[in-house]
């Protein structure tokens, strides 16, 4: 007997005290008997809930729905549910997370044929578990990022494992080298990327990968048709919670582009410093002459002085290039007449031979918005190209329109026209670059490769546009649209970067 209520104290201690809620139920879900963890976990008082609250009361909305649509059915018809996810609402605190395990007990014993006589509720604490679930999912959606950049990349990006084998290789990788990560994945990284890195780029790799640092080698790739690609490569190693090594990435990135423009300016430095110096060389050349003669020489200072004119062109075009390349080109507008400004333009021209600049102009003024000095520069630029690259006695023409047809209605044009050589139709989108040059007409004639990009940047700046037709061996015509001037005044405007 005293055996007997020891093991009932016992069972009560237990059942009150058990490190998760226990509840009993009627078959409508009100509550019958619950435990003290549940009251201390939800905050009730045992008699706000025994005979006047049901299990579904406590509910969340959404926990509302799923227990009569779900759970309750289910109950009833298989007698037990498992592992149920439910939040119940709790005073003054937030919703408890919890997971509930259900089983019916019936008038016959266990099961579900019998009439029920209550549901008896093992409830426990889930929070632990939202809260992994969450980071779970969390890490989920930040991976699936992660993929969704790695895959839309135009850089080719690729990871191996600690024994070097590739474990992906993204579109971009399939792109740049022509190969299906198909063909790639499961390959030994030192042989299958196809670069061309040496014995001793690996080595030194290898020793880095080891060091745990990233390596970043400048080499060529090679596309499976053959082509040649510059490259730059870069290997991180990744190590894993014990700091062990657990893979390797690697980016590649295509610079061709960025080889091209050093190449371009390479060219350029050596182009500049002929064209700065070719000058100086004449200059000094006609001095001593000068001083070896002891008289002066009116030929040779004529010649001294347009040299010098010459170089202080040159030194203000590579002044303006770089002043548009970081946009600092100010400009300042004010009405002007395009037919008096083309006429000006084209008497300005010198040719010693061959026929005058023809100039077309419609008899009425055509005014616009403009700055006279750029623009003067801008149609100089022009001619001179005109001049320099068509033969020297064949026609240039300056023709002026009121309305341009290519932009708007509220743009003038005016147009240089020849009969060079024209320009090859795969130069032409680069034609307005920094330093960009014709390789079959650069060298007919001296130049830096910035006049038409300081022209471009010029006419930018003053609102309006200019572009090239060309015809290779029939010519080319250059057209400047410029704002109409729709009222008098003079305006300042400052270019944006190029
Ligand atoms: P530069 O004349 O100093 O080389 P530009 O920027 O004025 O520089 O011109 C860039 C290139 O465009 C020239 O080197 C030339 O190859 C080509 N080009 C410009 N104008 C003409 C033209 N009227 N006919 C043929 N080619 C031209």
Sequence with gaps: MVN???????????????????????????????????????GYKRTDLISKRRLQDLLTVPGRLFYENQYAPLLRMQGFVNEVALDIVRPERDPLPVLVNSVQHTRGGHGATDEPRFIASIVFDATGRRAYERELLRA???????AVIVA??????????????????????????????????????????????????????????????????DTIGIHANGETIDVSVSFTPHFGPLGELSAISSIIRDIRQRRAAERLEQEFLAMASHELRSPLSTIKGHAQLMQRQGRYNERGAQTIVSQVDHLNRLVSDLLLASQAASGRLDTQTEVLDLCVEARQAAATLVRPTGPPVDVLTPDQPVLVQADSLRLRQVLANLLTNAGKYAPADSPITVRVA????????????VSVEDRGPGIPPDALPRLFDRFFRVGATAHTAQGLGLGLYISLQLIKA?????????EEGRGSTFTVTLPLATAAGSATTSGAPA
Excluded at 21 to 32: E, K, N, Q, S, V
């Design 152 to 217: 839309a990349s135009n850089d080719a990006i690729l990871s191996a494992s600690p024994e070097r084998v590739v474990e992906t290789w993204n579109p971009g990788a399939e792109r740049l080298f022509g190969r299906p990560a198909s063909e790639m994945v499961g390959r030994a990284l030192g042989t299958a990327l196809p670069v061309a890195a040496r014995a001793q780029d690996w080595a030194a790799l290898e020793d880095s990968l080891q060091r745990g640092q990233p390596v970043y080698i």
């Design 462 to 470: 003053m609102g309006g546009t200019i572009s090239v037709q060309s």
């Design 4 to 42: 007997d209520d020891l093991l009932k104290e016992s069972l009560l201690e237990l059942y009150e005290g058990a490190p998760c809620g226990y509840i009993f139920t009627a078959p409508d879900g009100t509550f019958l008997r619950v435990n003290q963890t549940f009251l201390a976990w939800t």
């Design 140 to 146: 989920r959606q930040d991976a699936e990022r992660l």
């Design 402 to 413: 009121p309305v341009s047809s290519d932009v708007d209605t509220r743009h003038a044009s």
